[in-house]
């Protein structure tokens, strides 16, 4: 008897809390809103990234002539700080995140910067290119997912291409005449933050609520935490990669 | 290295995934494909049906393109050689020769021509034997293998304007454009497919490809009229690493370009005789790249 | 093999008859035993495609391997030169075919023996039923590209014996002058026959040829008008880039293929042409005609000496012409359904008729009658003849095949102004084909079917005739076997 109390006095705070959390999802009021915020590291020694040979062209040569160039699958900051760790809520279910900043994607010296582009699905990027010399823009998604792979160039001075991903996928980019120029566009539903060079992110606009953060890196892998945070707070999750 | 994070107790396998370069991307089951069998292909006023290609493909195309259409026939592991591109995965409804924007489906026409122009320097021959009906049904038979097709709808084709008259000066200008964009970086200066990036080309299944050799005297692989020509570098070449330059070659510049890539052709051509007049020589890698259009 | 085919009838009706029937077991046996068919796996491994894309059934061609055939074993990818293949590759196919067949003849003549008597006493006519396991000849199919549009094609081809001759060997330069309207051939091989004998579906011995493109008269001396054999000559073909339309003109040495100089000069041309329409979702259909027109020499033998009958070259009575010629038309109906359909009208020379012919076929005495005046009554023989070839083509795997053939000779040779006027029908031939072949597997590397068939064979008066007012001879066959290729 008692037990079946306790059950129906269960069940109805989740059916409420439920409906309340799909209320508030619904309303994302600026007071409700909580972030997730915290730091990942790496625990070990950063691997070594290699150099990359430029010679193909001598504009990116030269563009690299006092700053060698070097591979960006792992970077680490002092402490162990990793860079370029996309962090997202893996069991999102709330509406797409409005369009905030700006999303560039550079073609700079060669080299992509950032070297990961974060993105909500649906949201609007750009891609532009900063060099003197031609690069071809091709993102290689798998088209099962409903990303459609194209390739455009971009020769010196040309317009930004602006694009979109219909789904959620992590999706290699490249360049095929610069066969070193490697970046990824990571797509995901709903918060997402990417770790700058001290390793810190911050994922804003969170609803109060219980979530699954998963922090991604192109080499390490994919790591989970449940993180609750409450309204207009923060939770918190920091993350420890082990170097492969 | 595709993971799709919406499944994400896969992605804590993914650290291992990564680790695997992609490899065949075919994940459709024959009851997944089977549901799309009703598809029909538009050829002029010719409509083919998926359901009476079963057939014709068994007989003619199962042994390179497979029972599933993923390009994985008992042949596909023969086609060592780079020059030999694999076959085709209908999977992906990825296609390189197409009248639309890259990153869009092509139009039946589009792959109706496919089957009937075959693709040169591949083994993929011409079908122009078999009836315009069973092409067509064939077409149709190459759509329902991907749910692209139930999604989306093919891309407007590119508008060509209508082809101006071959001068020396159009050319010189086709030159400055192959300089511009830099069509050398892979085809190299004298078209002969020896730029510096030629050697790490791959395709987006990271298989090696070669770009096209315009001096030995075979066709393109999209076909062999000034049109054709047009296309292939405004529509790009998808899966493969050839671009789209349609935002950065005006439709008249385009043409430009179509004349100065004849020059490179074995065939003998109009577009080859002014070249020599002009006494024209190969663009010079090593100048600063010509400013872009738009600043002209 | 090809001398021991051709049995040659005798010239004199009464002999004949005994004969005919003898050969046509012999032939039965002869032809199954080696039917040279060109159905590579060569070309299936070289290029990735399976036996079905080129063969409605194999060895058959589609549209799509006639234009790979007409294209000089081209796929027109440029990638057909050798220089483009593993240099491991080399392009030979090898096909054999162990078979089991009943063979049944009516009226053959048989000796018979009185109890207690070592010798026959008389002779009979009646049925010879023989069966048992037999084997093909085996051919050695080589052929493609040399370099980018010089193709060519050797098959050395033995009968069941290991005895070998060369049925095909040629060299051609296709797409001359970057057109596919002009390919030239040179050597020996196969007329540019729609419905190809070298690609027959059917395997026993009189349903394993076309009659049409063999047919002689009975005691007919000219052996030179069969385009159902591979002939020595100079080819020059041509078609349109989705081979809709096709043309071919041979010129050919009047020797029936056979590889030494006839006793003369005679040439023989061979023109053929066809056009297909795209008939919606019917198919294609194609129609055609061919014509085969020629002369050959005559040539008389010494009187017979101590070691026979010998040639006296620069004998006879010159030369002396022939013709068939007819309609083709290949006819679809569907994916599953098709028709073919081949007439001929043909006609010889009075004295091919009266059995004046040339030595080259080896027979000696049949058809080299001396003298220079044509007996009372002579004429021309003229026949005319059809045939249908109805296919159920359930699978590319399964394919089940009819025909049915008859030829009806329009003028003995022997009229009626003659003493002995040959009656209307003699040597009439109705034959009907059925079969079907199984492929239990469709590769691109080896091709191998089951292979089932029934064939059945009447011809008018050519039977023994001893105490019988009807000559007619009836032979059937049934074969089962393995055919394959590798």
Known sequence: MRNRYNFAVALSTVVLLGCGALLLSQNVSAAGEGKIAGTVKLDGTAPHMRGIDMSKDPYCVKAHATDPAHMENVVVGSGGALENVVLYISDWSGPAQPETAELVFDQKNCMYTPHVLAMDVNQKFKVVTSDQTTHNIHPNPNPMTGNIPWNQSQPPGAAPVEKSWKAVEVIPVQCNIHPWMHGWFVVVKGPYATTDASGNYTINNVPPGSYTVTAWQEDLGTQAQKVTVAAGGAGSANFTFKPK | ?296 | MHVTRRLRMRNFVHFATSLSAVSLILAALVITCSQPANALPAFARKYGLRCSACHESWPMLNYFGQKFKDNGYQLMNDRDAPIWQNPGYWPVTFRITPIWHRVSTGKVLVDTYSSGIATPTGQAVQRVTSSGFDLSGLDFHTGGTLEKNISFYVLPSSDPTASFHFETVMGRLDNLFGSPWLNVKFGKFELDNLLSEKRILTLTGNGGIYQLYHFRPQGDGNIFGQMGDNQLGLEVMGHSYNDRTRYSAALLSSNDGQVELPYGSGYTGFFTASQAFDAGRAGVERIGFYAMVGEAPTTWLTQTGPSGSTILPGSGIGNKSFSREGFVGQFYFGPHVDLTVVTQHGEDNAWFGQGYGDFIDGVATANNTTGTTLPAGAQNPTWNGVLFEPHYVYSPQLIFIGRYETIRMSQQANGSGSATPTASNFGNISTYTIGYRYNPFMTSRAGFAWHNEYNWLHQDGTGPTLGLTSANINTSELLVGFDFDF
């Open chain 2, 1 to 296: 290295m595709r993971t799709t994070l919406q499944n994400w107790t896969l992605l804590f396998g993914s650290a291992v995934l990564l680790a695997f370069p992609a490899a065949a991307s075919a994940q459709l089951s024959t009851y997944d494909i089977e549901t799309r069998i009703g598809a029909e292909s538009h050829v002029g006023n010719v409509t083919g049906h998926a359901k009476d290609a079963a057939l014709p493909y068994r007989r003619y195309c199962v042994g390179c393109h497979g029972p599933l259409g993923d390009g994985n026939g008992e042949n596909a592991d023969w086609f060592l050689t780079p020059m030999y591109q694999k076959p085709r995965d209908f999977q992906l409804g990825v296609f390189k020769c197409r009248s639309t924007p890259t990153g869009t489906l092509p139009t039946d026409q589009d792959l109706f021509d496919a089957i009937t122009r075959g693709f040169d320097r591949s083994n993929m021959p011409q079908w122009n034997t078999l009836s315009k009906q069973e092409r067509a049904d064939l077409v149709a038979w190459v759509k329902h293998y991907s749910p692209r097709w139930a999604n989306e709808k093919p891309g407007a084709p590119i508008q060509i304007p209508p082809e101006p008259e071959v001068t020396a000066e159009r050319i010189k200008a086709g030159r400055d454009v192959f300089a511009r964009v830099q069509c050398w970086k892979c085809h190299g200066v004298q078209g002969m497919a020896n730029g510096p990036s030629a050697s790490t080309l791959t395709d987006d299944l990271g298989r090696p490809i070669a770009p096209f050799n315009f001096t030995e005297g075979s066709r393109p692989k999209c076909g062999d009229t000034d049109q054709d020509i047009y296309r292939i570098f405004m529509t790009g070449l998808d899966g493969t690493p050839m671009p789209s330059f349609a935002d950065n070659i005006k439709p008249d510049e385009a043409w430009d370009l179509v004349f100065y890539l004849r020059t490179f052709m074995r065939q003998h051509s109009k577009e080859k005789d002014l070249a020599k007049g002009l006494g024209l020589k190969p663009v010079d890698p090593n100048a600063p790249a010509p400013a872009a259009s738009g600043q002209q």
